[in-house]
């Protein structure tokens, strides 16, 4: 059985207090539920997240990390230290970071294989432009964006890989994926896994999805049978909302 996963990215959002206040309540909130509940906040406030959640099941997660073990890279985090804070699991591949940083296929590839190798687990993000939809092109694009960044993996790598597949025009827009696009995808995601690494990896893999989940619409999402979970922006960031979308898996 594949786990179940909800995730808050929390973005460039949340000062030191904010982050403290909003762990509070989350914590104080948090139903019983089989999901595994994660938040990845700011780097700055990540030391103090997860001090913060010592006695709690939710997971403190980072946003993204460099796939240099150390070294002259100004602004950048390494497996390590995020390792050395307790934090063991790293969001690689955002669309915005693909978008606003430049972080193609071969560096994403770099980096999945750098938190691989200290053992972490890496949340892979990777989703079509509206344009690539509306040119027939997302099958094909989501394709080689998976084959150029994990699959020179080996299998025994796949225990560690949980994919986030987040449609770029429906992140932060309030349009989501419909339950019947977002299975689609998954269902073929799944069927590309197959093909390369067969039918155990395949279905023990969790894909979430992730654009504009809210509290209305989560659990029909949730409902279908290759969803996993999700990967949450702006509603992970209201603490009601958040717990709502937890019940709804
Ligand atoms: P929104 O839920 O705000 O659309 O963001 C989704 C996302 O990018 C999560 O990583």
């Not at 995808?185 to 039918?199: N, S, V």
Request: glycine residues 8%; charged residues 20%.
């Amino acid at each position: 059985m594949r786990s179940k996963i909800v995730t808050g990215n929390w973005k460039m959002n949340k000062t030191a207090a904010q982050t403290e206040a909003l762990l509070a309540e989350l914590s104080g909130k948090l139903p019983d539920t089989e999901a595994e509940v994660m938040v990845a906040p700011a780097f700055v406030n990540l030391t103090a997240a997860v001090r913060n959640l010592e006695s709690s099941t939710i997971e403190v997660i980072a946003q993204n990390m460099h796939f240099a073990e150390s070294g002259a890279y100004t602004g950048e985090i390494s497996a390590d230290m995020l390792l050395s804070i307790g934090i063991d699991t790293v969001i690689i591949g955002h669309s915005e970071r693909r978008a606003y940083f430049g972080e193609t296929d071969e560096i994403l590839a770099k980096k999945v294989v750098a938190a691989l190798e200290k053992n972490m687990r890496v949340m892979f993000c990777f989703g079509e432009e509206l344009e690539d939809r509306k040119s027939d092109k997302h099958f094909s694009l989501v394709e080689s964006q998976l084959k150029n960044a994990l699959f020179s993996l080996d299998a025994n790598s796949w225990g560690k890989i949980i994919l986030a597949y987040e449609p770029v025009w429906a992140i932060g827009t309030g349009e989501t994926a419909s339950p019947e696009q977002a299975q689609e995808m998954h269902a073929f995601i799944r069927k590309t896994i197959l093909e390369a690494y067969g039918t155990s990896i395949a279905n023990s893999v969790s894909i979430l999805y992730g654009g504009s989940v809210k509290p209305a619409n989560a659990e029909e999402i949730f409902s279908k049978p290759d969803v996993d979970g999700g990967l949450i922006g702006g509603a992970s960031l209201v603490s009601d909302d958040f717990i709502a979308i937890i019940k709804a898996i």
